[in-house]
């Protein structure tokens, strides 16, 4: 097998832009709806977006049954047919299940997989995890830093050490304060190391400004964030400014800590990309005030809710 060092490294230069975190559809009674895949996947690329992301937290893969996770990987790789990359999240207890999870997604076709941290490990611990898994599957191994949905610090000298000497070239980064903790990371690992911001997309301008190179994370107008990350790409920071700051109360609105993913996925429904909005338990659902709240702010950034296709922006 190839080994880490050899492997990801042309990958990994070539990864940028906006990766989409895509839910898990459902029907009405809670059974995968793999139509939804299909149709969720022609939306997000008729948006544009640089690849998809699939079976994060917000894709509610720990609702998923072994069987159902490699249906739906099965699903959105023989969806996108090659046109974008699709990169599968891993979180297991130990190194074992991570590596048979990542193993797993990389025979099914998967590009890359983005990792959580091991519950409660010392610094230690997670190098010789992260490192692990990297040298253990043949494609990019991303770390999936969230602590606030993980509850597991991964500091930034772990992270430099293992863009240097650890195999693993990316970060999904989500730890508040983001800026400081992007500078840090570029500053401990150089070019070995490349930052993907999150968060609904909250911060994405002040994550292009400390150095981030895309962003991976689920928004119901990933237009938007391409339209951002094109602009900045582009040498246009000023309109990319203005693009983000346009669209910034939606982007708010929809990444409300617990409620989030009811809201997208409500939006999808609108937009006619899935055909139910259902989440499988434990999730919070919307209440009709919630709902006319999120109409109102789409209507107030000059959105529409029930755009069918992706839109073309002003």
């Avoid at 983005?114 to 992260?130: I, R």
């Avoid at 606030?148 to 000298?157: D, L, N």
């Avoid at 994405?204 to 900045?232: D, K, N, S, W």
């Avoid at 409620?259 to 259902?278: E, N, P, Q, S, T």
């Amino acid at each position: 097998m190839p080994t880490p060092a050899s492997l990801p490294a042309s990958r990994i230069a070539k990864a940028h832009g906006v990766y989409t975190i895509c839910p898990t559809p459902f029907s009405a009674d809670g059974a995968l709806d793999l139509a939804s895949i299909a149709t969720l996947v022609e939306f997000q690329i008729s948006a544009g977006v640089t690849g998809l992301a699939i079976l994060g937290f917000l894709g509610e893969a720990h609702k998923l049954s072994n069987a159902e996770r490699h249906q739906v990987v099965d699903a959105f790789v023989k969806h996108a047919a090659g046109r974008v990359p699709v990169w599968v999240g891993v979180r297991a207890l130990g190194t074992a299940g991570a590596i048979e999870q990542a193993r797993e997604a990389a025979d099914q076709g998967a590009a890359a997989v983005f990792a959580a941290p091991l519950d409660n490990a010392s610094d230690a611990v997670q190098f010789e995890y992260y490192k692990s898994l990297a040298a253990a599957v043949p494609i990019p191994v991303i770390i999936h830093d969230f602590p606030g949905s993980f509850g597991t610090e991964i500091t930034s000298e772990v992270i430099g050490r293992l863009g240097r000497e650890g195999g693993v070239g990316m970060i999904k980064m989500e730890e508040p304060p983001v800026g400081q903790k992007i500078s840090r990371i570029r500053e401990l690992a150089g070019d070995s190391m490349l930052v993907f911001g999150g968060l609904g997309g909250v911060y994405f301008l002040e994550e292009l400004q400390r150095g981030a190179v895309g962003t991976m994370t689920g928004f119901a107008y990933p237009e938007i964030l391409v339209r951002i990350y094109q602009q900045y790409a582009a040498g246009d920071h000023a309109g990319a400014a203005a693009t983000f700051d346009r669209y910034c109360p939606l982007i708010r609105y929809e990444f409300q800590p617990k409620i989030g993913l009811a809201l997208r996925k409500y939006i999808y429904v609108k937009r006619g990309v899935i055909a139910c909005d259902a989440i499988r338990a434990p999730g919070m659902r919307m209440d009709p005030i919630t709902a006319r709240e999120l109409e109102a702010t789409v209507e107030r950034v000059g959105l529409s809710i029930t755009a069918q296709g992706a839109i073309v922006l002003p």
